[in-house]
């Protein structure tokens, strides 16, 4: 899962730095994820991964680091929440 969040982070993030440098809790805004930036994340996570981000999670917290895009995805897939 870690890896595809990272593909997605790389191909929509437009971060000016290597995803596969950046620890799973280092805050993604930070790293330059902006918020624009984040919404095609967003949409491009639904894509891969095949669920619709609720409105409650539509956060910023959500999307901070790889571990909070981990753990919202599991939660979706575990819930079976369909796209």
Not at 8 to 25: A, F, N, S, Y
Not at 32 to 58: I, K, Q
């Amino acid at each position: 899962m870690d890896d595809e969040i990272r593909r997605v982070l790389r191909e929509h993030g437009k971060l000016p730095c290597q995803v596969e440098t950046l620890d799973e809790d280092a805050d993604l805004f930070e790293a330059g994820l902006t918020s624009h930036a984040s919404v095609n994340v967003m949409l491009a996570l639904e894509e891969a991964f095949d669920v619709e981000f609720p409105e409650p999670m539509l956060r910023k917290s959500t999307f901070e680091s790889i571990g909070a895009i981990r753990h919202a995805l599991t939660t979706l897939t575990a819930a079976g929440v369909p796209s």
